[in-house]
């Protein structure tokens, strides 16, 4: 079990990620068609990143007891998979929040409902 600790803390992690995503009406709950092209794309980009680096013996599988040990490619961990989910997945939560904190989306949406406007009054 000790070997999947990192593979589980990312699914985890991916979850707190979605419900973030599900409360705020972030990334998939705003367009899931856009963010169905755009967060395998991000992923893509990094893997590829990751094979150039590994080609060019920039970057290297480390060794720990907390991975599972199950390789998608030379150097390449089945965990470097969810971990760039993550990040791009984080990535977009973080920008489309902060797009809407910059734009007043929030404030907006705070001032209607204390004011009872938005609740057919």
Known sequence: MIGFSY???LAISITGMVLLDRRFGLFFWRDWRRASVVLPLGVAFFLVWDVFGIALGIF???????MTGLLIGPELPIEEVFFLTLLSYN?????????DL???????????????EGAGG
């Open 102 to 116: 910059l734009g007043g989306r929030w404030s907006r949406r705070a001032s209607v409902a204390s004011t009872g």
């Open 91 to 99: 990535t977009m939560n973080a920008y489309t929040a902060a797009v």
């Open 7 to 9: 593979l589980i803390a």
């Open 60 to 66: 290297f599988r480390g060794q720990t007891e907390f």
